[in-house]
């Protein structure tokens, strides 16, 4: 009966969890199959698929698809199809034909192969135990997803991961301060959705400098491997999708935007989550919308979740932040107009949550109560407000009510479901920036130019035109001005040997001795030129790190500048060193040149001024004495205090001052005033930003409670004592050969006996170096994190829960107070409830076991012995010797399986009780709340609501559905002292 037919019914031996599976067609390549339950299809290989046929035998119970069972007599073979004959409930004899099964039926393993003799090792048993027990606390811990990857348990990140990643098909604009971890963030929502199964396909849209950045932190944090897509990859695909090509794909922006055709091919695609970096550079207008924005607002329209990074959400003004919104809800955004309207009223909810924001316990005063009523205006907030006021309350009371009321405050107003932004000033424990200025003489080549543009107007239109560089660039980058003016005789000698800030920067290096020292220049002959410089003026080899390098090449010059034994010293960057790349482990700053927007500036000086940074910023800025870059750097240092701390106002005043500014480079007088103005409004919009949105933002970005739950949770799993134990046991099983390292490190190889396919561990290759301390793994890269979460443990528990490994012993049990030869039954019982992943079920009802040992008289031994100190003082016995003890006994053995399964039914209702009293308080009260809010705040979308009653729905009904399933059956029987 191994031949395929349609109709017959099958199970997957790697996914016992999908149930009875149909076979839909087949033919001599593959075989197609169904599994209802789980609403689920797979294709295997007709050769070696992954299946085992389903075939009941006399005295079995089986189940139709209309939910009548019958007791199995016979059976009969009809065109490969079997017909199982039989009596119902009733007693009437009838036929069922194996395509009418019902497909949440199970097929019992472990009872068909215990009484055919076939037995596992002891520990195996031990091992399948332990992995049931251990999956089932471990799902329901509230950080799964949140503990596994390689990351600091910074509060705002793993708060907005938690809430984000609970979510019904999160939509959410993350837009962290440069250095707060946007990048981790998403790689922790992206980590939750799989593992909890309600994602398996992503889509990862990154500018081209990033992919390979994206590729290794994926990989290296969270043990994520993507597939990175780009046009010579999709050539190799021939004539088939090529985002088809993997689950997890990344692409560069700047290959998908510029490919209509390959935009068409991803939008083919089914994805779970669209994930968007840099999210400021898709180009809109409510005139123009760029291809970019485009591309990506068909993916948006047609994939459940969206995810959209920036650092800068106002860079290009509010209708580029609009733009970004309705990206994520274009129902909900539609109007420009209707979005500036409603800015304005946030400043009375954030004046009304400072109002709640005492510390002490005294009544509120009249001003106080006014702010508050202003905005509470529904009758639970009204009610709540009225508690507060009220004396007579007591002060847990109103405690309590002023903590309610100032979550009904943060939820029903304002962006922040929608878009979460942390500030410095938020979040904290940011170094210092420290500003080091050097004036310096202006060489001669560049003071010709300048002096005879403060003389003659017209010679800046004459300039523009022969170097073809735009205003103010000709005056702010002389160099650049000189290379552009590369045919005027006097011009014959390269500008670096001239510019006295080459020979500076060759000072500071020797006065910084071993320190790393990141360089920026604004574009790439001058990034090639300073290295150039160094080079031939000092001996000092500095990589140049520019846009027209490939990406293999970036990444190489990154390591160089990374590797504190071997590594360079100094690495050299044009503009695009200053976005998207992480350089935390260096504190020297050298802006060569300056840019002319101040969101430029703060991307500069967030490479290094990140989460992670332990020493203060040393920003060096080298000037030319009475320049246009003097003046440009006292606009920035006097007018916005931009080298002090972000402050994510530079855009508002580059597009007040920016023009101006530009006309007063070689104006003292008229710069004197621009500053003063400039001054005057960054005070003022500091005032208003306080008060408006971005406190609101602020207050939401990260709930300090919730995020202190979320890391204790994460705590407990870093704690947990019985990882280490379940590991040895685990590795020692699947042939993992494990060495002590010392300092908490072990080194995993794979043994002669080795089992195929575990992650990371390749026959004939080294393995690799592992600790479980989350501190060592931080400090090492090249050290793996184990934890419950890393595919190794996740794999080794799949195969264990998902296959027959362990599920059926024998021992020898040798006892004073027993007779030899007497005979006991452990049997393992777990719940069944097959659903869709995306429901999440184990978070409420994951695999739950159930144990029942039993004596041969029937008699239930559970509560009086112990499954450790049972098994501590059992012995093994030979294969040869257990199968013909389990023949000699095969009836009553089927008596006491019989037995079992009704003692074991008597625990059920207790579970499926337990589960939905969970699962009810958990979604009854979201929907509540979200039902609540949806009258408030339009943020919160109607099918979002819809999705989690269809969800609370299918839940209740899948749970209420629960079966109990044989999982592992030990056979124990006494012996003497000289029996073995």
Same mark, same amino acid.
Request: proline fraction near 4%; hydrophobic fraction near 40%.
């Given at each position: 009966?191994?031949?395929?037919?349609p109709?017959?019914?099958?199970?997957?031996?790697?996914?016992?969890?999908?149930?009875?599976?149909?076979?839909?067609n087949?033919?001599?390549?593959?075989?197609?199959?169904?599994?209802?339950?789980?609403?689920?299809?797979?294709?295997?290989?007709?050769?070696?698929?992954?299946?085992?046929?389903?075939?009941?035998?006399?005295?079995?119970?089986?189940?139709?698809?209309?939910?009548?069972?019958?007791?199995?007599?016979?059976?009969?073979?009809?065109?490969?199809?079997?017909?199982?004959?039989?009596?119902?409930?009733?007693?009437?004899?009838?036929?069922?034909?194996?395509?009418?099964?019902?497909?949440?039926?199970?097929?019992?393993?472990?009872?068909?192969?215990?009484?055919?003799?076939?037995?596992?090792?002891?520990?195996?048993?031990?091992?399948?135990?332990?992995?049931?027990?251990?999956?089932?606390?471990?799902?329901?811990?509230?950080?799964l997803?949140?503990?596994?990857?390689?990351?600091?348990?910074?509060?705002?990140?793993?708060?907005?991961?938690?809430?984000?990643?609970?979510?019904?098909?999160? +939509?959410?604009?993350?837009?962290?301060?440069?250095?707060?971890?946007?990048?981790i963030?998403?790689?922790?929502?992206?980590?939750?959705?799989?593992?909890?199964?309600?994602?398996?396909?992503?889509?990862?849209?990154?500018?081209?400098?990033?992919? =390979?950045?994206?590729?290794?932190?994926?990989?290296?944090?969270?043990?994520?491997?993507?597939?990175?897509?780009?046009?010579?990859?999709?050539?190799?695909?021939?004539?088939?999708?090529?985002?088809?090509?993997?689950?997890?794909?990344?692409?560069?922006?700047?290959?998908?935007?510029?490919?209509?055709?390959?935009?068409?091919?991803?939008?083919?695609?089914?994805?779970?989550?669209?994930?968007?970096?840099?999210?400021?550079?898709?180009?809109?207008?409510?005139?123009?919308?760029?291809?970019?924005?485009?591309?990506?607002?068909?993916?948006?329209?047609?994939?459940?979740?969206?995810?959209?990074?920036?650092?800068? @959400?106002?860079?290009?003004?509010?209708?580029?932040?609009?733009?970004?919104?309705?990206?994520?809800?274009?129902?909900?955004?539609?109007?420009?107009?209707?979005?500036?309207?409603?800015?304005?009223?946030?400043?009375?909810?954030?004046?009304?949550?400072?109002?709640?924001?005492?510390?002490?316990?005294?009544?509120?005063?009249?001003?106080?109560?006014?702010?508050?009523?202003?905005?509470?205006?529904?009758?639970?907030?009204?009610?709540?407000?009225?508690?507060?006021?009220?004396?007579?309350?007591?002060?847990?009371?109103?405690?309590?009510?002023?903590?309610?009321?100032?979550e009904?405050?943060?939820?029903?107003?304002?962006?922040?479901?929608?878009?979460?932004?942390?500030?410095?000033?938020?979040?904290?424990?940011?170094?210092?920036?420290?500003?080091?200025?050097?004036?310096?003489?202006?060489?001669?080549?560049?003071?010709?130019?300048? +002096?005879?543009?403060?003389?003659d107007?017209?010679?800046?239109?004459?300039?523009?035109?022969?170097?073809?560089?735009?205003?103010?660039?000709?005056?702010?980058?002389?160099?650049?001005?000189?290379?552009?003016?590369?045919?005027?005789?006097?011009?014959?000698?390269?500008?670096?040997?001239?510019?006295?800030?080459?020979?500076?920067?060759?000072?500071?290096?020797?006065?910084?001795?071993?320190?790393?020292?990141?360089?920026?220049?604004?574009?790439?002959?001058?990034?090639?030129?300073?290295?150039?410089?160094?080079?031939?003026?000092?001996?000092?080899?500095?990589?140049?790190?520019?846009?027209?390098?490939?990406?293999?090449?970036?990444?190489?010059?990154?390591?160089?500048?990374?590797d504190?034994?071997?590594?360079?010293?100094?690495?050299?960057?044009?503009?695009?060193?200053?976005?998207?790349?992480?350089?935390?482990?260096?504190?020297?700053?050298?802006?060569?040149?300056?840019?002319?927007?101040?969101?430029?500036?703060?991307?500069?000086?967030?490479?290094?001024?990140?989460?992670?940074?332990?020493?203060?910023?040393?920003?060096h800025? @080298?000037?030319?004495?009475?320049?246009?870059?003097?003046?440009?750097?006292?606009?920035y240092?006097?007018?916005?205090?931009?080298?002090?701390?972000? =402050?994510?106002?530079?855009?508002?005043?580059?597009?007040?001052?920016?023009?101006?500014l530009?006309?007063?480079?070689?104006?003292?007088?008229a710069?004197?005033?621009?500053?003063?103005?400039?001054?005057?409004?960054?005070?003022?919009?500091?005032?208003?930003?306080?008060?408006?949105?971005?406190?609101?933002?602020?207050?939401?970005?990260?709930?300090?409670?919730?995020?202190?739950?979320?890391?204790?949770?994460?705590?407990?799993?870093?704690?947990?004592?019985?990882?280490?134990?379940?590991?040895?046991?685990?590795?020692?099983?699947?042939?993992?050969?494990?060495?002590?390292?010392?300092?908490?490190?072990?080194?995993?190889?794979p043994?002669?006996?080795?089992?195929?396919?575990?992650?990371?561990?390749?026959?004939?290759?080294?393995?690799?170096?592992?600790?479980?301390?989350?501190?060592?793994?931080?400090?090492?890269?090249?050290?793996?994190?184990?934890?419950?979460?890393?595919?190794l443990?996740?794999?080794?528990?799949?195969?264990?829960?998902?296959?027959?490994?362990?599920?059926?012993?024998?021992?020898?049990?040798?006892?004073?107070?027993?007779?030899?030869?007497?005979l006991?039954?452990?049997?393992?019982?777990?719940? =069944?409830?097959?659903?869709?992943?995306?429901?999440?079920?184990? +978070?409420?009802?994951?695999?739950?076991?159930?144990?029942?040992?039993?004596?041969?008289?029937?008699?239930?031994l559970?509560?009086?012995?112990?499954?450790?100190?049972?098994?501590?003082?059992?012995?093994?016995?030979?294969?040869?010797?257990?199968?013909?003890l389990?023949?000699?006994?095969?009836?009553?053995?089927?008596?006491?399986?019989?037995?079992?399964?009704?003692?074991?039914?008597?625990?059920?209702?207790s579970?499926?009780?337990?589960?939905?009293?969970?699962?009810?308080?958990?979604?009854?009260?979201?929907?509540?709340?979200?039902?609540?809010?949806?009258?408030?705040?339009?943020?919160?979308?109607?099918?979002?609501?819809?999705?989690?009653?269809?969800?609370?729905h299918?839940?209740?009904?899948?749970?209420?559905g629960?079966?109990?399933?044989?999982?592992?059956?030990?056979?124990?029987?006494?012996?003497?002292?000289d029996?073995?």
């Amino acid at each position: 009966m191994s031949d395929f037919s349609p109709g017959q019914r099958w199970i997957s031996d790697g996914e016992a969890e999908l149930g009875l599976g149909t076979i839909l067609n087949c033919d001599a390549r593959s075989v197609t199959v169904l599994f209802g339950a789980s609403q689920e299809t797979r294709t295997y290989s007709a050769r070696q698929a992954p299946l085992t046929r389903v075939a009941f035998a006399s005295g079995d119970r089986i189940q139709a698809a209309e939910g009548w069972q019958m007791t199995v007599d016979d059976t009969k073979e009809v065109d490969g199809l079997i017909i199982y004959i039989g009596e119902d409930d009733a007693g009437e004899l009838c036929e069922l034909p194996e395509a009418r099964l019902s497909d949440s039926m199970q097929f019992n393993q472990a009872r068909d192969r215990l009484l055919t003799g076939q037995v596992d090792r002891n520990d195996w048993f031990d091992l399948r135990f332990r992995t049931l027990h251990h999956h089932h606390r471990i799902e329901q811990n509230p950080a799964l997803g949140l503990a596994g990857p390689r990351i600091d348990l910074i509060p705002h990140q793993l708060y907005i991961a938690d809430e984000v990643a609970s979510r019904q098909a999160p +939509r959410v604009l993350l837009a962290d301060e440069v250095g707060l971890g946007k990048t981790i963030e998403a790689g922790l929502i992206l980590h939750r959705l799989l593992l909890t199964g309600r994602a398996e396909r992503a889509l990862i849209l990154v500018p081209a400098s990033l992919t =390979h950045q994206w590729l290794v932190e994926l990989l290296r944090r969270f043990s994520l491997s993507v597939t990175l897509l780009d046009e010579q990859q999709s050539q190799a695909n021939g004539d088939s999708n090529p985002f088809e090509s993997g689950q997890l794909v990344l692409a560069s922006q700047d290959w998908l935007f510029a490919n209509p055709s390959r935009q068409a091919q991803a939008q083919a695609c089914e994805w779970d989550l669209l994930i968007v970096d840099e999210a400021h550079h898709l180009s809109w207008s409510e005139d123009d919308v760029g291809p970019g924005y485009a591309c990506v607002e068909r993916l948006a329209a047609t994939t459940a979740g969206l995810l959209l990074l920036t650092a800068t @959400p106002e860079q290009m003004g509010l209708a580029s932040h609009f733009a970004r919104l309705r990206l994520l809800d274009p129902e909900r955004y539609v109007s420009l107009e209707t979005f500036r309207e409603e800015e304005q009223g946030y400043v009375a909810v954030a004046e009304a949550i400072d109002a709640l924001e005492t510390d002490d316990d005294s009544d509120l005063d009249a001003a106080a109560r006014d702010a508050i009523g202003a905005v509470a205006d529904d009758g639970d907030s009204q009610a709540l407000l009225a508690t507060l006021s009220n004396a007579e309350y007591g002060v847990e009371q109103r405690a309590a009510a002023k903590a309610q009321l100032r979550e009904q405050l943060l939820d029903r107003h304002g962006t922040g479901r929608v878009m979460f932004r942390n500030s410095r000033r938020h979040v904290g424990g940011f170094p210092e920036r420290r500003l080091h200025t050097t004036r310096l003489e202006l060489p001669s080549s560049y003071r010709r130019v300048l +002096r005879r543009l403060e003389r003659d107007e017209d010679y800046l239109d004459e300039l523009l035109i022969e170097t073809g560089l735009d205003h103010p660039e000709v005056m702010i980058y002389l160099d650049g001005m000189y290379q552009a003016l590369s045919d005027d005789p006097l011009n014959a000698e390269p500008w670096w040997q001239f510019d006295p800030r080459v020979t500076w920067l060759l000072e500071q290096l020797t006065d910084m001795g071993s320190d790393k020292v990141l360089v920026i220049a604004h574009d790439r002959e001058t990034a090639q030129g300073v290295a150039d410089g160094l080079r031939v003026l000092g001996g000092v080899q500095a990589p140049v790190f520019h846009e027209d390098l490939s990406l293999v090449e970036r990444d190489r010059a990154a390591a160089a500048f990374a590797d504190d034994e071997d590594g360079c010293q100094v690495l050299v960057c044009s503009e695009i060193g200053s976005e998207g790349r992480n350089f935390q482990f260096c504190r020297h700053l050298v802006m060569f040149d300056l840019p002319l927007h101040p969101d430029q500036l703060e991307q500069r000086i967030g490479r290094l001024d990140r989460i992670g940074q332990r020493h203060a910023i040393e920003i060096h800025v @080298p000037v030319f004495a009475d320049s246009p870059g003097e003046k440009l750097l006292r606009w920035y240092e006097e007018g916005m205090s931009a080298f002090a701390a972000p =402050h994510g106002l530079g855009n508002e005043l580059f597009d007040a001052f920016g023009d101006d500014l530009a006309e007063s480079l070689l104006d003292n007088d008229a710069l004197d005033e621009i500053i003063a103005e400039t001054r005057a409004l960054f005070d003022a919009k500091l005032v208003e930003r306080d008060a408006g949105r971005n406190r609101l933002l602020e207050l939401n970005a990260c709930r300090g409670e919730r995020a202190d739950d979320v890391i204790a949770a994460v705590a407990e799993l870093d704690d947990d004592r019985a990882l280490p134990r379940y590991l040895d046991q685990a590795l020692d099983i699947f042939g993992v050969d494990s060495r002590d390292l010392g300092n908490g490190l072990t080194l995993l190889q794979p043994g002669q006996h080795m089992l195929d396919g575990l992650p990371g561990l390749v026959k004939g290759e080294e393995g690799f170096t592992a600790t479980t301390s989350r501190q060592r793994a931080l400090s090492r890269d090249d050290v793996q994190r184990l934890s419950w979460e890393h595919p190794l443990l996740r794999e080794m528990m799949g195969r264990i829960l998902d296959g027959a490994m362990g599920n059926t012993a024998l021992a020898l049990l040798k006892h004073p107070a027993i007779p030899a030869g007497r005979l006991m039954a452990e049997l393992v019982f777990r719940t =069944h409830c097959p659903a869709p992943k995306r429901l999440h079920l184990n +978070r409420f009802l994951p695999p739950t076991a159930v144990r029942v040992l039993l004596d041969e008289s029937g008699a239930n031994l559970t509560a009086k012995v112990s499954f450790t100190g049972l098994s501590k003082n059992l012995m093994k016995v030979k294969k040869a010797v257990a199968r013909d003890l389990i023949k000699s006994r095969h009836d009553q053995l089927r008596e006491l399986i019989e037995r079992a399964e009704n003692e074991a039914q008597c625990e059920l209702p207790s579970i499926v009780e337990a589960a939905q009293t969970r699962m009810r308080k958990n979604l009854d009260a979201e929907l509540t709340r979200l039902e609540a809010l949806a009258k408030r705040n339009p943020s919160v979308r109607e099918d979002e609501i819809e999705a989690l009653r269809q969800e609370r729905h299918a839940l209740d009904s899948a749970i209420e559905g629960t079966q109990l399933r044989l999982d592992a059956v030990r056979v124990i029987v006494t012996v003497d002292d000289d029996s073995r």
